[in-house]
Nanobody
Framework: QLAESGGGLVQAGGSLRLSCAAS????????MAWFRQAPGKEREFVAA???????LYADSVKGRFTISRDNARITVYLQMNSLKPEDTAVYYC?????????????????WGQGTQVTVSS
């Protein structure tokens, strides 16, 4: 039900915009989030946003990344600026239908397949 797009290769300091299109009305009012997973590391929280626009960011991306959503299109975006090599990871979109801590991967019920972001130094 979730499909990410927009990943790619970019130089350090550059920008990318990820999109996540959701299908199915069950996710239309859900909290939606971005997580990422680098090789050999655990999946980590990046940002989340409610249907009302309240957002939460990981400290590592605060001030550089912006999460937004279009409720009519059930699409969430992640604008990533001032990218660093340590931002390199597979980025996953997720939707939380029920309850749970926004920054915890276990709180999310639906996941996309992921999109690769590579930042070269």
């Amino acid at each position: 039900q979730l499909a990410e797009s927009g990943g790619g290769l970019v130089q350090a300091g550059g920008s990318l915009r990820l999109s996540c299109a959701a299908s199915g009305r069950t996710v239309s009012n859900s909290v939606m989030a971005w997580f990422r997973q680098a090789p050999g590391k655990e999946r980590e929280f990046v940002a989340a946003i409610s249907s009302g626009g309240t957002s939460l960011y990981a400290d590592s991306v605060k001030g550089r990344f912006t999460i937004s959503r279009d409720n009519a299109r059930i699409t969430v975006y992640l604008q990533m600026n001032s990218l660093k090599p340590e931002d390199t990871a597979v980025y996953y979109c997720a939707a939380r239908i029920y309850s749970g801590t926004w920054s915890s991967a276990t709180a999310y019920d639906y996941w996309g397949q992921g999109t690769q972001v590579t930042v070269s130094s």
